[in-house]
C-alpha cells in the first residue's frame, strides 16, 4: 500500500524568504503525486501535479516541485513566500492503476509567515 | 464553471442519529470521492463513486455508506453516530477516475 510522509508538522519562514516542504511516498509502481493547499476552513486547492515527463513541475502562485524517484521524494518549493501563502499544505500519491482515483496524503505541513 | 459545491457546510448531530450529506460534482465530471479529515487522523478516503457504481472504498465501518446518481451528485451517508465523526467531510470530483480531483469546501460535521 501506499503512503506519504511529511516530516515537518510546522514551518515558520520569513515574508520574502524561500520556502521547501519536503515529503516522499512509498510506493511500489510510478507514483501520480500531488501538492495541495488548505486554508482556513477551506476546502483543498491544487498547486500542481506530477503524471510523467519532465522531473521539474510549475504549478500556480508561483510553486514548484521536482519528483526525484532515487529519493522517492516530492518536495515543494517557493522562492520569496508571501504573507498569503501561510496555511497548510498537503502532499498526496495517487495509484491509479491499481486502486483508481483513491488519494493518500501526508500528515501536512502547516506554513506560518513572519512579517 | 462552477466549483465543487458541498451541503449542508455546517452540521450539528447528537450521538445515534444519522446524517446525510450532499455533494454536486463539477459540470461534466463523473467520479466522485470522499474524504474525512480529522486533527487525528488526518485525511483518510471514504470512497469514490464512478458511473452511479462505488470504485473503492477506505477502512471505515458499514456505518459509512453513500451513492452516486445518474446526474453524478453524490450523497454519504453516516447511520448511528458517534463522538468520533465529528470531522471534516470533503467531497471531490474529476472528469474521470484518471483525472486530478478539484475538492469542494466541505462539510463541518459536530456530534455532541
Known amino acids: 500500500a501506499q503512503s506519504v510522509t511529511q516530516p515537518d508538522i510546522h514551518i515558520t519562514v520569513s515574508e520574502g524568504a524561500s520556502l521547501e516542504l519536503r515529503c516522499n511516498y512509498s510506493y511500489g509502481a510510478t507514483p501520480y503525486l500531488f501538492w495541495y493547499v488548505q486554508s482556513p476552513g477551506q476546502g483543498l486547492q491544487l498547486l500542481l501535479k506530477?503524471?510523467?515527463?519532465?522531473?521539474l513541475v510549475q504549478g500556480i502562485k508561483g510553486f514548484e516541485a521536482e519528483f526525484k524517484r532515487s529519493q522517492s521524494s516530492f518536495n515543494l518549493r517557493k522562492p520569496s513566500v508571501h504573507w498569503s501563502d501561510a496555511a497548510e499544505y498537503f502532499c498526496a500519491v495517487a495509484a491509479i492503476k491499481a486502486a483508481g482515483n483513491k488519494l493518500t496524503f501526508g500528515g501536512g505541513t502547516r506554513v506560518l509567515v513572519k512579517p | 464553471k462552477a466549483g465543487v459545491t458541498q451541503t449542508p457546510r455546517y452540521l450539528i448531530k447528537t450521538r445515534g442519529q444519522q446524517v446525510t450529506l450532499s455533494c454536486s460534482p463539477i459540470?461534466?465530471?463523473?467520479?466522485v470521492s470522499w474524504y474525512q479529515q480529522t486533527p487525528g487522523q488526518g485525511l483518510q478516503f471514504l470512497f469514490e463513486?464512478?458511473?452511479?457504481?462505488?470504485?473503492n472504498k477506505g477502512n471505515f465501518p458499514g456505518r459509512f455508506s453513500g451513492r452516486q446518481f445518474s446526474n453524478s451528485r453524490s450523497e454519504m451517508n453516516v447511520s448511528t453516530l458517534e463522538l468520533g465523526d465529528s470531522a471534516l467531510y470533503l467531497c471531490?470530483?474529476?472528469?474521470?477516475?484518471?483525472?486530478?480531483?478539484?475538492f469542494g469546501p466541505g462539510t463541518r460535521l459536530t456530534v455532541l
Open positions: 506530477y503524471f510523467s515527463g519532465d522531473t
Open positions: 471531490a470530483s474529476s472528469l474521470n477516475r484518471l483525472d486530478e480531483q478539484f
Open positions: 463513486y464512478f458511473s452511479e457504481t462505488q470504485r
Open positions: 459540470s461534466g465530471h463523473r467520479s
